[in-house]
C-alpha cells in the first residue's frame, strides 16, 4: 500500500511539473529564407538555360566550319 502511495504522488509531481508555463510555443516557420532560396534556384534555372543556348550555337557554329 506503501508503495502504491508512493507511486501515484510521484506520477502526481511529475505530471504538475511537467506543466510549465515558462514554455515557449512554438513559432511559425519564417517563409523568408525559403522563398530566397526558391528565387536564386529560379535564376540559376535561367542561367543554365543560357549556358546551355550558347554551348548550342558554338557547336553549330562549329559543325557548320567543319563542313
Known amino acids: ?10 506520477l502526481a509531481l511529475v ?9 515557449k510555443q512554438v513559432e511559425a516557420v519564417n517563409p523568408e529564407p525559403l522563398k530566397t532560396q ?3 534556384l529560379e535564376q540559376s ?3 543554365e ?4 543556348e ?7 557554329k562549329i559543325e557548320a566550319q567543319t563542313q
Open 15 to 23: 505530471s504538475i511539473s511537467a506543466c510549465n508555463k515558462d514554455d
Open 38 to 40: 526558391l528565387e536564386t
Open 1 to 10: 500500500m506503501k508503495l502504491l502511495f508512493r507511486v501515484v504522488a510521484i
Open 49 to 52: 538555360q543560357q549556358v546551355q
Open 45 to 47: 534555372k535561367q542561367v
Open 54 to 60: 550558347t554551348a548550342d550555337q558554338q557547336r553549330q
